[in-house]
T-cell receptor, first 115, second 114 residues
Framework: DVKVTQSSRYLVKRTGEKVFLECVQD?????MFWYRQDPGLGLRLIYF???????EKGDIPEGYSVSREKKERFSLILESASTNQTSMYLC??????????????FGAGTRLSVL | AQSVSQHNHHVILSEAASLELGCNYS??????LFWYVQYPGQHLQLLLK??????LVKGIKGFEAEFIKSKFSFNLRKPSVQWSDTAEYFC????????????FGAGTRLFVKA
């Protein structure tokens, strides 16, 4: 079974803090994704990466950055957390096959509260 | 731009009732279609998928979905729901638009009364 592990289930941070969310996958997948999940808005893509050190902006990249130094690890960084970044953050991975590569495997999520 | 619309945000059913959740997308090219499910306290996971072939696809736990290309729809169905189907359901569409990007719908919360 594919396992996508997010380092924290719950985080509480203060406005202005730098926040790191970590994600590790164990299936040697090329692609990794960060989404935020908000009620009524579904999943919105923040950033994704299709290879080590490669990254692409998603639909809502403002206020976020990412890092992928190793294939299995994809980090989401909030440079200066703000209250409107309070949300559930989901990490996902997929392989690069043209068929199977479209199936994403998700972590359990990190619920971040910014006070 | 691509978009995915789920018709209902909240659905409440009694056990044994039939379920149909609507999903429409806006993209004219070749698409791959998915339904994901998130049970309370659990990971989002794949329920079923359509890539090609028979437009009626079957997934886990008795769910099925029908791809109707002319209607840009991929509705999810189950003839008889159970209390354990209580979850949030997301429709998702993947199409090549300069990169393989998946767009998710807003989700439908299903509550099944025992």
């Amino acid at each position: 079974d594919v396992k996508v592990t997010q380092s924290s289930r719950y985080l509480v941070k203060r406005t202005g803090e730098k926040v790191f969310l970590e994600c590790v996958q164990d299936m040697d997948h090329e692609n990794m994704f960060w989404y935020r999940q908000d009620p009524g808005l579904g999943l919105r893509l923040i950033y994704f990466s299709y290879d080590v050190k490669m990254k692409e902006k998603g639909d809502i990249p403002e206020g976020y950055s990412v890092s992928r130094e190793k294939k299995e690890r994809f980090s989401l960084i909030l440079e200066s957390a703000s209250t409107n970044q309070t949300s559930m953050y989901l990490c996902a991975s997929s392989d690069s096959g043209t068929v199977s590569g479209n199936i994403q495997y998700f972590g359990a999520g990190t619920r971040l509260s910014v006070l | 731009a691509q978009s995915v619309s789920q018709h209902n945000h909240h659905v409440i059913l009694s056990e044994a009732a039939s379920l149909e959740l609507g999903c429409n997308y806006s993209y004219g090219g070749t698409v791959n279609l998915f339904w994901y499910v998130q049970y309370p306290g659990q990971h989002l996971q794949l329920l079923l998928k359509y890539f090609s072939g028979d437009p009626l696809v079957k997934g886990i736990k008795g769910f099925e979905a029908e791809f109707i290309k002319s209607k840009f729809s991929f509705n999810l169905r189950k003839p008889s729901v159970q209390w354990s189907d209580t979850a949030e359901y997301f429709c998702a569409v993947n199409a090549y638009t300069g990169g393989f990007k998946t767009i998710f719908g807003a989700g439908t919360r299903l509550f099944v009364k025992a």
